[in-house]
């Protein structure tokens, strides 16, 4: 059975900027979750951020894969550099991927970490500018299909896809 890493907030976990959560009721998420399928992970708590912390932004709407290469930043809303922590948190989601055998991924969409097809602009006026996150940058990198909160049906059928694992 494939397991499936999946954004630690949509699990209802208080993980994000606020201390709050964006819970998925999907059907597809709670059978997986039955299932025993999925992994629940936050890349900002762990790259060492705390909950709650100050809003942070990719700047320049530069995108993750910038902040990966070294010539991006993610700033928080006081204007700290914090790109190590969200750069930290990203390996590690990558490790987990590893140790799991992880080849499909579930991110909230719009995060600096997990964002998919969009960011916000690093402005901090919930401008949205097509692009993804840190998290979703590295994990697509290495060949996982990463998608967000709103392609659970889809995540299904490409996990359908995927050969059956083999126990030894």
Not at 10 to 27: A, C, M, T, W, Y
Request: charged share 20%; aromatic share 6%; with cysteine.
């Amino acid at each position: 059975m494939h397991r499936v890493l999946v954004s630690a907030c949509l699990l209802g976990e208080r993980v994000r900027h606020n201390g709050e959560h964006k819970q998925s009721h999907d059907s597809v998420l709670h059978r997986w979750l039955r299932e025993g399928r999925v992994v629940p992970f936050c890349p900002e708590v762990a790259g060492g951020l705390p909950v709650p912390r100050p809003a942070a932004e990719i700047a320049e709407a530069a995108g993750g894969l910038s902040v990966l290469l070294g010539t991006g930043r993610v700033l928080d809303l006081n204007a700290r550099d914090v790109s190590a922590f969200f750069v930290a948190g990203a390996q590690q989601a990558l490790e987990c991927a590893r140790l799991e055998s992880i080849r499909v991924a579930i991110l909230k969409e719009g995060s600096p970490s997990c964002g998919t097809t969009f960011v916000y602009d690093g402005t901090f006026t919930s401008r949205q500018v097509p692009g993804q996150g840190v998290t979703a940058a590295l994990l697509r990198q290495t060949g996982i299909q990463v998608l967000n909160e709103f392609q659970f049906e889809e995540a299904d059928r490409l996990l359908t896809q995927l050969p059956q694992e083999r126990r030894s």
